[in-house]
């Protein structure tokens, strides 16, 4: 199966920062990927789909990039609210419904 | 509001079962595919079942096949997960959520807050 590696795995950041997570995909899966924000204690919460569709009311600071193999999701002003785990999962019809390893932010 | 709200979790004994259920509300509950989703303590989050919207297809897990079993009450706007067999490997937080599928692949737009589910000895 296709397997997806996020990375980093964990990066430090100061607010006001542009930020970039990245999601490689063992083969090519043209744009269908999502992006999940997971705060501590709290559900993941769909930020991206189709690789670059911003789900309604997501801030416009996130954005999402990137085909086939390699995408991106970027933040482009980190926000004292952005500060989570951010996942991502391939979009498939059938299963498994994977997601990737994930990358915490954290507060420099 | 358009929410999923999931109950049921809680502590059980090794080999022991449990039945999680998760009621909507706020959205048309028969229209959508639904899934659960666990965290086990910090840890990642794995898909572990699918069940289309009208009961028709469902899927799970390698990691649960066999010992779970998914269904949903359209007419009670509710989903249920009935776990057996359970082992300190399914100690986790159980999501609920809502999938929409983008040209056949789907995404999940609509989590609950999760139900924790302990397994121990």
Same mark, same amino acid.
């Given at each position: 199966?296709?397997?997806?590696?996020?990375?980093?795995?964990?990066?430090?950041?100061?607010?006001?920062?542009?930020?970039?997570?990245? !999601?490689?995909?063992?083969?090519?899966?043209?744009?269908?990927?999502?992006?999940?924000?997971? @705060?501590?204690?709290?559900?993941? @919460?769909?930020? +991206?789909?189709?690789?670059?569709?911003?789900?309604?009311?997501?801030?416009?600071?996130?954005?999402?990039?990137?085909?086939?193999?390699?995408?991106?999701?970027? +933040?482009?002003?980190?926000?004292?609210?952005?500060?989570?785990?951010?996942? !991502?999962?391939?979009?498939?019809?059938?299963?498994?419904?994977?997601?990737?390893?994930?990358?915490?932010?954290? +507060?420099? | 509001?358009?929410?999923?709200?999931?109950?049921?979790? %809680? *502590?059980?004994? $090794?080999?022991?079962?449990?039945?999680?259920?998760?009621?909507?509300? %706020?959205? $048309?509950?028969?229209?959508?595919? &639904?899934?659960?989703?666990? #965290?086990?303590?910090?840890?990642?989050?794995?898909?572990?079942?699918?069940?289309?919207?009208?009961?028709?297809?469902? /899927? /799970? %897990?390698?990691?649960?096949?066999?010992?779970?079993?998914?269904?949903?009450?359209?007419?009670?706007? *509710?989903? #249920?997960? #009935? &776990?057996?067999? =359970? *082992?300190?490997?399914?100690?986790?937080? /159980?999501?609920?959520?809502? *999938?929409?599928?983008?040209?056949?692949?789907? /995404?999940?737009? =609509?989590? %609950?807050?999760? $139900?924790?589910?302990?397994?121990?000895?």
């Amino acid at each position: 199966d296709i397997q997806l590696t996020q990375s980093p795995s964990f990066l430090s950041a100061s607010l006001g920062d542009r930020v970039t997570i990245t !999601c490689r995909a063992s083969q090519g899966i043209g744009s269908y990927l999502a992006w999940y924000q997971q @705060k501590p204690g709290k559900a993941p @919460k769909l930020l +991206i789909y189709a690789a670059s569709t911003l789900q309604s009311g997501v801030p416009s600071r996130f954005s999402g990039s990137g085909s086939e193999t390699e995408f991106t999701l970027a +933040i482009s002003s980190l926000q004292p609210e952005d500060f989570a785990t951010y996942y !991502c999962q391939r979009l498939k019809s059938y299963p498994p419904f994977t997601f990737g390893g994930g990358t915490k932010v954290e +507060i420099k | 509001e358009v929410q999923v709200v999931e109950s049921g979790g %809680g *502590s059980v004994q $090794t080999g022991g079962s449990l039945r999680l259920s998760c009621v909507a509300s %706020g959205f $048309t509950f028969s229209s959508y595919a &639904m899934n659960w989703v666990r #965290q086990a303590p910090g840890k990642g989050l794995e898909w572990i079942s699918y069940i289309s919207s009208d009961s028709s297809i469902i /899927y /799970y %897990g390698d990691s649960v096949k066999g010992r779970f079993t998914v269904s949903r009450d359209n007419a009670k706007n *509710s989903l #249920q997960l #009935q &776990m057996n067999s =359970l *082992s300190a490997d399914d100690t986790a937080v /159980y999501y609920c959520a809502a *999938s929409s599928s983008w040209f056949g692949g789907w /995404y999940f737009d =609509l989590w %609950g807050r999760g $139900t924790l589910v302990t397994v121990s000895s």
